[in-house]
């Protein structure tokens, strides 16, 4: 296993036997790496190299991207404690933000940052491990899959019908505030589609208070998440039926739901859009959609809307259908607010904000 280790200091080095060291290992590449000192980290004996004011951030990132490129499966750091601030009340350190700073440094770098371990002194050691390749579920229809195979990847147990969306507070929160902004009242109807499992359903009764007497309707194309969401909500109708084919007796509804649906490759978007507000909205319904704007790595959501073919998150993927989305919605007399993370959240209403 390549395992690296680094010693980091943004001022003038203490000399080797103030620094506090547990070993050679602690101050240079691990044997199974390049073997070669690396730079920024200090030979066995020696000070640490101390790296110019100003550059520290984004000497650190590239040396640390350098090292994962290389094939390092571990990156353990010995830095100054995000917690400790100096005189001027700044956190002292390479990194700003405290310990936002680090999450998201490890996050732009694929990695997960585990749990650090205080060394004493205002210093701290973190690791920094790479996540595997995203979850394989996101190429499957694009890499032929087709009928039951298609309609099923995200009921599959193994994988994403194991991810629990609402365990993510980047996905539980954003959606919160977003429904609250389109409350449907009480004994009012609700159509979700895309419903999966029912998480957008169970997070109707996540709102304080939840709405009273909501008829929900739930659909969506793969049979097994229909029979696990039934299971969790019987009061609830669900329907195996295609998004794009929905029935006309539905009838219309106070809130139409569909997040992470409208970017379907068999989905016609506009179509669809159209639909929802010309024959299944109220003439006060209200319209929730969701964008993803992220993948998922070991089960681990990842931000930032990308395509295969894509090595970084590119956000004119979803920017472009937003604002096709926001001017028809204004053009028939919606408001509209944008929100989310890891999906972006298309709030419209008709009328004073419900929330």
């Known amino acids: 296993m390549s395992v690296i280790r680094w010693r980091w200091w943004t001022g003038a080095a203490p000399a080797a036997d103030e620094a506090g060291t547990t070993g050679p290992a602690d101050a240079h590449v691990g044997a199974a790496a390049s073997g070669a000192a690396a730079p920024g980290a200090a030979a066995p004996g020696a000070a640490a190299e101390a790296l110019p004011t100003g550059r520290d951030l984004a000497d650190l990132a590239r040396r640390l991207h350098a090292a994962l490129t290389e094939g390092a499966t571990t990156i353990e750091l010995d830095v100054p404690d995000p917690d400790a601030v100096d005189d001027a009340g700044a956190a002292v350190g390479p990194v700003a933000g405290r310990w936002r700073g680090w999450f998201d440094l490890a996050e732009l770098l694929g990695c997960r940052l585990e749990?650090?371990?205080?060394?004493?002194?205002?210093?701290?050691?973190?690791?920094?491990?790479?996540?595997?390749?995203?979850?394989?579920?996101?190429?499957?229809?694009?890499?032929?899959?087709?009928?039951?195979?298609?309609?099923?990847?995200?009921?599959?147990?193994?994988?994403?019908?194991?991810?629990?969306?609402?365990?993510?507070?980047?996905?539980?929160?954003?959606?919160?505030?977003?429904?609250?902004?389109?409350?449907?009242?009480?004994?009012?109807?609700?159509?979700?589609?895309?419903?999966?499992?029912?998480?957008?359903?169970?997070?109707?009764?996540?709102?304080?208070?939840?709405?009273?007497?909501?008829?929900?309707?739930?659909?969506?194309?793969?049979?097994?998440?229909?029979?696990?969401?039934?299971?969790?909500?019987?009061?609830?109708?669900?329907?195996?039926?295609?998004?794009?084919?929905?029935?006309?007796?539905?009838?219309?509804f106070d809130l139409v739901v569909a997040v992470a649906v409208l970017q379907s490759p068999a989905v016609d978007d506009r179509a669809l859009l159209r639909r929802l507000v010309q024959a299944h909205l109220t003439p006060a319904g209200a319209l929730l959609l969701g964008l993803p704007n992220g993948r998922f790595r070991d089960r681990e959501p990842v931000w930032g809307a990308r395509?295969?073919?894509?090595?970084?998150?590119?956000?004119?993927?979803?920017?472009?259908?937003?604002?096709?989305?926001?001017?028809?919605?204004?053009?028939?007399?919606?408001?509209?607010?944008?929100?989310?993370?890891?999906d972006l959240l298309l709030s419209a209403w008709r009328g004073a904000r419900q929330a």
Request: with cysteine; glycine share 12%.
């Open 115 to 252: 749990a650090p371990r205080s060394l004493g002194g205002g210093r701290v050691a973190l690791r920094l491990v790479p996540l595997p390749p995203e979850a394989d579920w996101h190429g499957k229809a694009a890499a032929g899959a087709t009928g039951a195979a298609a309609s099923e990847r995200y009921a599959d147990p193994a994988g994403f019908g194991a991810v629990r969306k609402l365990d993510h507070p980047g996905f539980l929160l954003p959606l919160l505030e977003a429904l609250e902004r389109v409350r449907p009242p009480d004994g009012g109807r609700v159509l979700v589609l895309g419903c999966h499992r029912g998480d957008e359903v169970a997070a109707l009764g996540l709102l304080d208070p939840p709405p009273v007497g909501v008829d929900v309707v739930g659909v969506d194309h793969a049979e097994s998440a229909l029979a696990e969401a039934a299971r969790r909500f019987p009061a609830a109708r669900f329907l195996r039926r295609d998004v794009a084919d929905l029935p006309p007796e539905l009838g219309r």
């Open 307 to 342: 395509t295969r073919n894509y090595r970084e998150p590119d956000l004119s993927l979803v920017v472009r259908d937003l604002a096709v989305y926001r001017r028809y919605l204004h053009q028939h007399g919606f408001r509209t607010h944008v929100g989310g993370r890891y």
